[in-house]
T-cell receptor, first 114, second 115 residues
Framework: KTQVEQSPQSLVVRQGENCVLQ??????????LRWFKQDTGKGLVSLTV?????DKTSNGRYSATLDKDAKHSTLHITATLLDDTATYIC?????????????FGAGTQLIVIP | DMKVTQMPRYLIKRMGENVLLECGQD?????MYWYRQDPGLGLQLIYI???????SEGDIPKGYRVSRKKREHFSLILDSAKTNQTSVYFC??????????????FGPGTRLTVL
């Protein structure tokens, strides 16, 4: 059973609009949660990592929240640009070290149109 | 500039042929990984290597084997490739930190098609 569920599966927004991507998970323990951006045909690039209960992070136009009680995270993208077109992947780590496992969501495909 | 490289980037093979995918990293990371990515699924871990000649199976190791003879290189081998091994393969590497969130660095991927 998939332990990391992302919604929506795909999303189309106009340049300049804001959008919110959701990640729900059942991974236990949940040491940390990371959001990656994957451009078409490329590898995964880390956007932000959340570690603590009720963590909030900000990285330019990207901001994220984590609710460990609800096992839920959101990624907000403000004032989208055409270059934001990509797949955004939520990943939950069950440990902080390499002895743990990373649990990957299937991703949300974001398309930004002019 | 920290980097994970993969070769080749694209590969087409016939069923039954052997396949060698190469991965390199220039960060002296101890731990390296091989994943595959299929449409609609999250990345799945094939093998993990904790250092030279210290490899462990991941979640889907069947049909694959790995080799790590130098810390900076990690190879994925498919002996007698099958059509269901058509996928995009990603290599990653990480440091083993004393604490905090593990960060993995990903290569650009190899798109393998098995006909």
């Amino acid at each position: 059973k998939t332990q990391v569920e992302q919604s929506p599966q795909s999303l189309v927004v106009r340049q300049g609009e804001n959008c919110v991507l959701q990640c729900n998970y059942s991974v236990t323990p949940d040491n940390h949660l990371r959001w990656f951006k994957q451009d078409t045909g490329k590898g995964l690039v880390s956007l932000t990592v959340l570690v603590h209960e009720n963590d909030k992070t900000s990285n330019g136009r990207y901001s994220a929240t984590l609710d460990k009680d609800a096992k839920h995270s959101t990624l907000h993208i403000t004032a989208t640009l055409l270059d934001d077109t990509a797949t955004y992947i939520c990943v939950v780590g069950d440990r902080g070290s390499a002895l743990g496992r990373l649990h990957f969501g299937a991703g949300t495909q974001l398309i930004v149109i002019p | 500039d920290m980097k994970v490289t993969q070769m080749p980037r694209y590969l087409i093979k016939r069923m039954g042929e052997n396949v060698l995918l190469e991965c390199g990293q220039d960060m002296s990371h101890e731990t390296m990984y091989w994943y595959r990515q299929d449409p609609g699924l999250g990345l799945q871990l094939i093998y993990i290597s904790y250092d030279v000649d210290s490899n462990s199976e991941g979640d889907i190791p069947k049909g694959y084997r790995v080799s790590r003879k130098k810390r900076e290189h990690f190879s994925l081998i498919l002996d007698s490739a099958k059509t269901n091994q058509t996928s995009v393969y990603f290599c990653a590497s990480s440091l083993s930190p004393g604490g905090g969130a593990l960060e993995q660095y990903f290569g650009p991927g190899t798109r393998l098609t098995v006909l």
